[in-house]
């Protein structure tokens, strides 16, 4: 049973909220949500989506259901747990986590997780939070992913908010404020936890990295003293660990055209394919790990009399802790093998699991295009990268 939560407007705004509009930003309050949900209700894609969810429901019991829906809880509670906990089991053998005796229910911390799935990483924590009875988090939404009407509904009633990816040099900077000052205020004035992925874009070669970029645009709305600044946020690491890779084979044909020293132009439509080749391909054992707080470590970063290496310094620590959290699987280990030509890890799996994983691997590639070899090289090294990185922290 999820933790009971109300979503409006708060009666307070922190000094550094004040300057800026959130209201092109912000999830929907529940005093929104009558209307909202009316309007969803006569959108085709909304049928399509519920038909989907429960098979044999009629329109009439749909438009009910969303009549029926009367608040951001009510909705994730009533569509997206049940959506996402049948995506977990139609597409993985086993969903499991750990940690959460390391966060209150009562407090609310910044999420900086690593970014294997547009649509999952953040999704799953969210229905294993209801499970473990804490509200559900805010989430990060990035304007490439938006679209008006039913998409862009949908996402606000999910508690998504608005990452706008596009402008100038002045424009960006700005929307950096105010998306810090925003993340600040949602912490703070409205006490709730947001999840932020530790870097734009999914990571596409298996070795995840915190971009100082994001803790610099964190940092924007906290003054000048970093150890209050960043004390504040709450940040907590969250590792997501993937026995099978979301959309690998995309990801690795996306890294070669880069060797070729071709930019990658994303065609149209083709974030909406990798969600729904996310949802659908089998992922094997899914984890996920909740980190300690990060607190007592800023006192000894704060030390450093240089701003700029007390960012990175805290960007090698949340390294740090996500990849030291990674749940790993034969297939990390037999494609490390691999790589390296030894047998180093072979106690970690069996002749059958490298077999198997070896003629996955060789049909994955034979669907790209480009030099089997290299296409190979860099599979499998997406495959070795949460070991290789475990074994150096």
Known sequence: MMK?????????????????????????????????????AKDPQYFQLVSYLWPGITLEEAVLKAHNTRSICDFQTNY????????????????TWSGFENINKDG??????????????????????????????????????KEEGFITDFGRM???????????????????????????????????SVWIAQRNGRTKDGSDQTQ?????????????????????????????????????????????LSTLHSKYVKAPGEDLSSIIIGIKQPKGKIHLSVGKPIQEE?????????????????ANLIDTKIRSAYKLNAVNYIAYDLIHQTTIFSTNYNSAEKELFIRYVNEKVETLDGETDV?????LKMYAAPLSNKLNV
Not at 234 to 239: C, K, R
Not at 301 to 308: A, G, P, Y
């Open 375 to 379: 296409l190979k090289t860099i599979f």
């Open 298 to 314: 800023l006192i000894e970063i704060n030390k450093s009399n240089n701003d700029n290496e007390k960012i990175k310094l805290l």
């Open 108 to 145: 609310s911390y910044m999420f900086i997780a690593n970014h294997r799935d547009i649509l999952l990483d953040s999704a799953l924590l969210q229905i294993i939070l209801e499970k473990e009875e804490f509200a559900t988090s805010e989430i990060t939404f990035g304007s490439n992913l």
């Open 80 to 95: 997206m747990s049940y959506a996402i906990w049948s995506i977990a089991k139609a597409s993985s053998t086993s969903l």
């Open 158 to 192: 999910n508690r998504m908010f608005t990452v706008k990816r596009e402008g100038t040099a002045k424009e960006l900077y700005d929307i950096s404020r105010q998306l810090s000052a925003y993340i600040r205020h949602t912490l703070i004035d409205k006490k709730t």
């Open 4 to 40: 009971p939560f109300a979503v409006e407007k708060p009666l307070h705004m922190s000094d550094f909220a004040l300057e800026f509009n959130f209201e092109e930003l912000r999830p929907y309050y529940d005093s929104e949500t009558a209307e909202v949900m009316k309007r969803m």
């Open 212 to 256: 100082t970029g994001l803790l610099k645009m964190l940092g924007m709305s906290g003054g000048k003293d970093f150890l209050q600044n960043f004390s504040q946020l709450n940040i907590v690491p969250l590792t997501i660990s993937y026995e099978y890779e979301p959309c690998d084979h995309l990801k690795t044909q996306e890294l070669y």
